[in-house]
Nanobody
Framework: QVQLVESGGGLVQPGGSLILSCAAA????????IGWYRQTPGRQREMVAL???????KYADSVLVRFTIYRDNAKNTVYLQMSSQKPEDTAVYYCNSAPPARPWGQGTQVTVSL
């Protein structure tokens, strides 16, 4: 299986932007659909955005218009560009296939706060 590693998280102010990266140890084009997910303590992990090998995408209603998912197959990386961030976007963000079929990685923490 192709392993996926998340990075790019950090602290951002409300209204700010951040770009997360999901790097594949192998060809990301082998994974038909890759998704970004997020989880906060005490809540179930939720899907944020999905992207297919040919660029089709889907978003959770809560991030529609504000987030953009895109992939660079040549770099074996999938990105999540987050804009107009809100405190409720605070979570640990993970990438995985969709539906999730790989062990979850450590994720990357995103904190939206003043």
């Amino acid at each position: 299986q192709v392993q996926l590693v998340e990075s790019g998280g950090g602290l951002v102010q409300p209204g700010g932007s951040l770009i997360l990266s999901c790097a594949a140890a192998g060809s990301v084009s082998r994974i038909w659909i890759i998704g970004w997910y997020r989880q906060t303590p005490g809540r179930q992990r939720e899907m944020v955005a999905l992207i297919t090998t040919v660029g089709g995408s889907k978003y959770a209603d809560s991030v529609l218009v504000r987030f953009t998912i895109y992939r660079d197959n040549a770099k074996n990386t999938v990105y999540l560009q987050m804009s107009s961030q809100k405190p409720e976007d605070t979570a640990v963000y993970y990438c995985n296939s969709a539906p999730p079929a790989r062990p979850w990685g450590q994720g990357t923490q995103v904190t939206v706060s003043l």
